[in-house]
Each structure stands twice: as C-alpha cells, then as structure tokens.
C-alpha cells in the first residue's frame, strides 16, 4: 500500500490517478483544507492533518504502508511573505511528524514533493541541481530545511528518499476525469483562462521590469501528468533499491513569460483576454528554468506535453467541462 499525503490536491490526486493505473494500491491522508473530495479516486482514505500525529497513527495502523509520496503542504508564495509562521508549522512541521509516524511503522521510502523555489534567482539558466540554493520565501526555504531533514535521515536512521524539484505544474488530466481546482486560484493558466470564461475581469500581470525579453517572469510549465509519471518512476527506483540522487528537476527546460502564456491563452481560447500590469510580487524570481536531463537519465523520465499550447488545451477543456462545472 503507498500512502499518499496530499492525494486530493492537484499534483498529489493526479498521481494517485497515476499509482492505481500501474496497479498499486494507494491510501490518501488529507485534510481537505486544499485538496478536494471530489478529486479522490481511491475509496482508502484517512481524513486528518500532519499536525496530528494521531490522524497519522490511524493512518499507519489501518493500512500496511510500504512507501510515502509526501505532497501535503501549503504552496503560495504570497501568502508564505504574509504568513511565515503557517509555511513554517504546516510544512516543516507536518512533515516531522509524518517521519517520525514513518519511523515508528518502519517506513523507509519517500518521495518528497520539492520545488524549483529552493533555488531562488539563478546564476545561470537552466538551472542544474547542484545550483546553490538561496531561496527568495519562506515557501522556497520550507521545502529547502526539508530536504535537508530528509538527507540528515537517511544518513541517521536508513531513510531512502528522493525528493522531486517541480517547476511550475500546469494543465489537467488528459482524460477529464479530474484537474486543477484551487479556490482561491493561484496558478498562472487557470486564472488567465478563468478571465476568458468572465469569471474575473482582467489579468494582473505582476511586474512589467524583470530583466526577460518581455519584462515580465518567465517559467518552465510542466503537465501535471507528466510530474505524476516522473513520481512512480522514482518510487518504482526506490522499490528495485536502485540508487539515486538526492533531487530531480521536474520541467521541460524552456521557459514561457507571462505575456506569452497571456497569448497562448488567447490562441487556445479564441477570445481577447483583457490584462493590466500590476507591482512585482514579493519573492518572485525574474527566471526559472530547468535542466531536466537528471531526470531523463536515471528516472528514465522524458515529458510527453513540451508544447504550452498542448498544456493549455488539457486546463480550457476541464474548466469547460461538465464534471467540473458539476463540482463547483
């Protein structure tokens, strides 16, 4: 059994989609404070918090769990500038408790959910994982001291873990059957597509003076589908005990700026996107790009979306479908 924290967010139900189609067996942990019910796709689930280490005892002792794929965190760089001590609790935390539930149980594979924020502005584009790591947030600097933590576990108590750095995951599920749903939204593409389908009335370009061709940031958008493969890659590696490296860069190593997601979007669309530009936002780096070759080369991990256009058709078609709209 593999227990997903985290399993009914976006990235984490996606690869739970993902572990059931390879024929695994998948518990969810979740408190649904983010996640949603509607996105589960396992009737094994554990309604609780990292910040109780009894929900994770229930966890534990309900299911034999032979592997962790650790997804359960907060994730808005905004908010963690405004609200430090919540990123800190939740997600540093959280994730202690969740080691030390993984310890007591002799739980000894993880796969850590990461980002490309432990980097914070690059010295040089594409950004290798041995880049020095100066994260520009709090967010960045949780996901940073957990990958130290991890490191100081498996030198301390045997822990084999990997921890995959996303980039900006984008798009929804080929197939329709869930997709990105974040209220309120945070992501790039869906609030663009959300001002196609009127539901807000312009895009905020947040800082028009990045030192990019355009001005404005440019990122490395990487499907969500993908990122859910890459995650059973690096769980099937640790199950053969194959040994890894510490960290994988998750992008497809080109970057897209947000005036040319603003014109895909009206490409995919059809419809004139109205947008204003708006002051930087705090602990935003002008440019993030991966080098994925790691990735490619020990997980056996190759991108199937490396076109936005592509990744924004998967986002327009669930935003306009049926089963979504039935959701909200």
């Known amino acids: 059994m593999i227990l997903v924290t ?4 976006y990235i984490g ?42 929900a994770l005892e229930t966890a534990f002792q309900g299911y034999s769990i032979r592997a962790v794929i650790h997804f359960a965190a907060l994730t808005s760089v905004p908010e963690s500038v405004a609200e430090p001590e919540k990123y800190y609790r939740n997600n540093v935390v959280g994730t202690l408790n969740l080691l030390d539930a993984m310890r007591r149980h002799e ?29 520009k947030n709090p967010y960045g600097r949780t996901k940073l001291v957990m ?23 984008a798009g929804s599920d080929p197939e329709g059957e869930i997709g990105e ?25 947040y800082g028009t003076d990045y030192e990019t ?8 958008y990487v499907h969500v589908a993908d990122l859910a493969r890459a995650h059973v ?25 947000v005036r040319e997601v603003w014109e895909v979007c009206q490409r995919v669309t059809g419809r004139t996107i ?28 190759k991108p199937e979306f490396t076109n936005l256009e592509a990744i924004v058709v998967t986002a327009w078609r669930w935003m306009n479908s049926p089963r979504f709209g039935k959701f909200r």
């Open 13 to 54: 139900s996606h690869t739970v989609k993902e572990l059931l189609k390879q024929g695994y067996e998948v518990v969810v942990f979740d408190n649904l404070s983010r996640g949603r019910r509607e996105l589960l796709l396992t009737e094994q689930f554990v309604e609780g918090d990292l910040l109780d280490p009894r």
């Open 147 to 169: 990958e130290e933590i991890l490191a100081d576990y498996g030198r301390g108590y045997g822990l084999r873990h990997v921890s995959l750095r996303y980039f900006n995951a």
């Open 107 to 135: 739980v000894a594979l993880l796969i850590f959910s990461s980002s490309a924020a432990v980097y914070g502005d690059p010295e040089r584009i594409p950004i290798p994982e041995d880049h020095p790591k100066r994260p």
């Open 233 to 257: 890659l690096a769980l099937q590696a640790l199950e053969k005990g194959r040994k890894l490296a510490p960290a994988y860069n998750l992008g497809i190593g080109r970057g897209y700026s």
């Open 274 to 301: 109205p947008s204003r530009a708006a002051p930087r936002r705090a602990g935003d780096p002008a440019v993030l790009v991966a080098d994925p070759r790691l990735a490619q080369q020990d997980l056996g991990w």
């Open 6 to 9: 985290g399993g009914a967010g």
């Open 181 to 205: 749903w974040h209220e309120p939204e945070n992501h790039l593409i869906p609030i663009v597509l959300e001002v196609a389908l009127g539901q807000r009335p312009y895009l905020e370009i």
């Open 213 to 220: 061709p355009d001005g404005t940031a440019v990122r490395d």
